[in-house]
């Protein structure tokens, strides 16, 4: 397996921009397909010798992982997309390894995760990531207790490493997974404190659980304030009405 960045760099994709992924081999594979940018289309096919590419796998269909799919059909037409929502595999083919595909919906609700069944490695897409932490955008099919239960069920196949979508490899799955969550149940409190303490709106919510942001970020957080607050509604614990969120 290569790590290839699609240098896409931006404060959202981090400082190589995404990562992909290839999977060299009988049937060779990448992992997500960056963005198009020449420049890594160039790395791929120098990796790949005299081979062709022959599948690409998506983990969501967000721009920084899907939006390279014309420029890759383009460069190797006979590549085939397997993706959510079209029919796939149980069991993937991918360089000289069976991939396992895991719908874990949270941070879009089209989220897969490639499980390599035999180095147990799980390419993780936008489920963890260290350096940076994952938007729940409940505006944008987001949703925080799919989020949580795809944590836990891949908490329970108890992977040897994750290769995300962004940052760099994680060598203990376990200590980052508890670390989301914790890092998502403290949110929890806060967002609970904001309300009880009068805040109504998920944009005052978010000045006083975050405190000053860019413009650009303030957004991003206020939608994942927003999660939270779908995921107590969904538990009974808030409600909203007219001028804004209040506890049960
Ligand atoms: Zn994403």
Redo the contacts with the bound molecule.
């Keep these: 397996m290569l790590l290839l960045p699609a240098n896409n760099q931006s404060p959202w994709t981090g400082p190589t921009g995404n990562n992909t992924y290839l999977l060299k081999g009988a049937v060779p594979a990448l992992v997500d397909a960056g963005v198009g940018d020449p420049s890594h289309l160039d790395a791929v096919r120098s990796a790949l010798g005299t081979a062709s590419l022959a599948r690409v796998l998506i983990t969501?269909n967000?721009p920084?992982?899907a939006g390279g799919l014309p420029a890759i059909a383009a460069r190797w037409p006979g590549v085939r997309v397997i993706r959510f929502g079209d029919p796939m595999d149980e069991a993937i083919e991918a360089g000289d390894t069976v991939l396992r595909p895991l719908h874990t919906p949270g941070?879009?609700p089209d989220h897969v995760c490639f499980f390599d069944t035999r180095s147990r490695d799980l390419y993780c897409?936008?489920l963890v990531r260290t350096g940076g932490s994952i938007v729940i955008p409940a505006s944008k099919g987001g949703n925080l207790r799919h989020y949580l239960d795809s944590l836990a069920r891949v908490r329970d196949l108890s992977p040897r490493r994750l290769l995300p979508?962004h940052g760099p490899i994680i060598d203990d799955p376990i200590a980052a997974i508890d670390g989301y969550r914790n890092h998502r149940m403290q949110r929890e409190e806060e967002v609970i404190a904001a309300v009880r303490g009068g805040s109504l709106l998920p944009e005052q919510i978010t000045a006083r659980v975050y405190g000053p942001l860019s413009p650009v970020l303030t957004a991003a957080a206020a939608d994942t304030v927003l999660a939270h607050l779908v995921k107590l509604h969904d538990e009974g614990r808030a409600f909203v009405s007219d001028d804004g969120w209040r506890l049960t």
């Design positions: 969501h967000h920084d992982h941070h879009s897409g936008d979508g």
